[in-house]
């Protein structure tokens, strides 16, 4: 038995009182259950690997300026709100570059944290990348609509939710 809590950042738990830590081990240790699951190839192991690293520092990019915004307004760095949208902006320009080996319908795991990020930045931030972003934008659309990707799309805030987010409601 594992448990994972969706609501919070919590390691993946064993009866055992094992547990497993970042997102990298726990995925790696769901790819080991199914030998012979494409969702880490071998074959191109750097390039997914190094579009996986892309996408996850996208989403600590995207993180990060959504934190810094949640900060009381006299203690918000905006030098470091910029560089947040920098890097956001770099990575999709990126990622954009390598969109034809992204942007296919094959489950894979630089793929899905790669919608991940991207949703996340559509749901928290700004929809605007997808100007500068037109392939990636494209496949998003269909690429989400993965009932995996559905059942965990980014909601709307609940009243049971953290206080503090709740100022993240439009």
Do not use: H
Not at 14 to 25: E, K
């Amino acid at each position: 038995y594992i448990a994972v809590d969706r609501d919070a950042l919590r390691p993946l738990l064993f009866d055992d009182g094992r547990m497993l830590c970042d997102s990298r081990v726990i995925c790696g240790y769901f790819c080991a259950l199914r030998p012979g699951c494409d969702l880490n190839p071998v074959d191109d192991r750097w390039d997914v690997q190094t579009q996986w690293w892309l996408a996850l520092g996208l989403m600590e990019a995207a993180v990060g300026g959504v934190m810094e915004k949640l900060r009381p307004l006299v203690q918000q760095s905006e030098a470091f709100m910029q560089k947040c949208d920098r890097r956001v902006r770099n990575v999709i320009a990126k990622l954009e570059a390598c969109s034809e080996k992204i942007c296919t319908p094959d489950s894979r795991i630089d793929r899905l944290a790669t919608a991940i990020a991207l949703e996340y930045i559509d749901f928290r931030l700004d929809p605007g990348w997808r100007a500068n972003a037109p392939r990636l934008a494209q496949w998003l659309e269909t690429e989400t609509d993965r009932p995996s990707l559905k059942s965990s799309r980014p909601r709307n805030r609940l009243s049971s939710d953290p206080a503090t987010l709740n100022r993240l409601q439009p």
